[in-house]
Each structure stands twice: as structure tokens, then as C-alpha cells.
T-cell receptor, first 111, second 111 residues
Framework: SQTIHQWPATLVQPVGSPLSLECTVEGTSNPNLYWYRQAAGRGLQLLFYSVGIGQISSEVPQNLSASRPQDRQFILSSKKLLLSDSGFYLC??????????FGSGTRLTVV | QKEVEQDPGPLSVPEGAIVSLNCTYS??????FMWYRQYSRKGPELLMY????GNKEDGRFTAQVDKSSKYISLFIRDSQPSDSATYLC???????????FGAGTRLFVKA
């Protein structure tokens, strides 16, 4: 079975600072990978997905970017954080049955 | 109109009650239907997975899909305080890369 490692668990960053969140996957190869953001009391908003190394699709124009430098590594970045970037960020990997395995998430607070 | 509609609750029930959680959707192309459970400050975990219409049972949990009505349900029998969590429905069409999630229903089971 797959395991998603995501860190850090909690992050407090000032407005205008850079961001780098990393996600690594174990137990599978060439997975489809996803970054979601979950605002309090709201559903999961798909930010980016990747079907392979260097292949990134963006779902929502915003202050964030994603990269996939290795098969099982997915990185979410920002050059300058905004207050509106606060939220719970989740990395996910698609399994063979269309279900996802999620990481434990990063709670980002921009102050 | 959202592709997937889910009542956010909260839903509060006594221990031992039967819980019914529901979602409606608008895209008739959806073929795979999932339910995820998310505990506070954790990533969602896949709970149930069904393909097309019908019922699927796993222990105290039953997932039901009615494609003619575009309506899916999750039933929890003999609910326990440990079932207290947010339940998200999710669905995807065959060959799709992007799962669409409901907003999640927050469930509280009181001892």
C-alpha cells in the first residue's frame, strides 16, 4: 500500500515570505499526484496535479506553483505568500482503484 | 450549480444510532464513487469505494449509489463516538484524472 509523507505539519509564515511544501510517496511508482487546499468548513480545492516527472497541470490561477522533480516527489511553492494562502494543504496519490491516499497535511497560517 | 452537493451539517446523533449521509451530483459521466473519512487535523482516508449503481457493505458501513437519481448515500449502523469525523463524498468518471469532492458532512456521535 502507498504511504504519503508530507511536512511540515504546521507552518506560520509572514506575508511576502516564500513557501516550499514537500510530499514524497512510498509504495508505488509513476503515481498521479495532487495538491489540494482545504479551507475551514469547505471542501477540497484541487490546486495542481501531475501525471509524471516535470508534468504539472494547474487548476486555479493563483500565487502558487508546483514541481515534480522526481517520480515520487511533489513540491508546492510560492515566491511571496498572501494572507489568502492560509489553509490546510494536502498531498494525494492516486491508487489503482481511483481512490486516493492522502498525506497528513500541512496547516499553513500566513500572518 | 456545483457538480457535487453535500450538506455540511453538523449532524449530531446518540451512540448506537443509524447515520445516513448523502450527496447529489449533476454529471452523469461519474462512474466511481467514494466516501472518505477525515478526522480533525488529519488527511482524509478512503472508507468505501463503489463502481456504478448498487450497494456495497463493509462491516457497519454501507455505501449506496443510485445513478438514475444521481444520489449516493453512506449508512453507518451502530454508530460509535469514534465515528465522529467529517465524511466527504467523492466521484470520478472513467479514465478521469480529477476526483470531485463534496464539501463534507461533520458528524458527532455522542456517548
Amino acid at each position: 500500500s502507498q504511504t504519503i509523507h508530507q511536512w511540515p505539519a504546521t507552518l506560520v509564515q509572514p506575508v511576502g515570505s516564500p513557501l516550499s511544501l514537500e510530499c514524497t510517496v512510498e509504495g508505488t511508482s509513476n503515481p498521479n499526484l495532487y495538491w489540494y487546499r482545504q479551507a475551514a468548513g469547505r471542501g477540497l480545492q484541487l490546486l495542481f496535479y501531475s501525471v509524471g516527472i516535470g508534468q504539472i497541470s494547474s487548476e486555479v490561477p493563483q500565487n502558487l506553483s508546483a514541481s515534480r522533480p522526481q517520480d515520487r516527489q511533489f513540491i508546492l511553492s510560492s515566491k511571496k505568500l498572501l494572507l489568502s494562502d492560509s489553509g490546510f494543504y494536502l498531498c494525494a496519490s492516486a491508487g489503482g482503484n481511483y481512490g486516493y491516499t492522502f498525506g497528513s497535511g500541512t496547516r499553513l497560517t500566513v500572518v | 450549480q456545483k457538480e457535487v452537493e453535500q450538506d455540511p451539517g453538523p449532524l449530531s446523533v446518540p451512540e448506537g444510532a443509524i447515520v445516513s449521509l448523502n450527496c447529489t451530483y449533476s454529471n452523469s459521466a461519474f462512474q466511481y464513487f467514494m466516501w472518505y473519512r477525515q478526522y480533525s487535523r488529519k488527511g482524509p482516508e478512503l472508507l468505501m469505494y463503489t463502481y456504478s449503481s448498487g450497494n456495497k457493505e463493509d462491516g457497519r458501513f454501507t455505501a449506496q449509489v443510485d445513478k438514475s437519481s444521481k444520489y449516493i448515500s453512506l449508512f453507518i449502523r451502530d454508530s460509535q463516538p469514534s465515528d465522529s469525523a467529517t465524511y466527504l463524498c467523492a466521484m470520478i468518471n472513467t479514465g478521469g484524472f480529477k476526483t470531485i469532492f463534496g464539501a463534507g458532512t461533520r458528524l458527532f456521535v455522542k456517548a
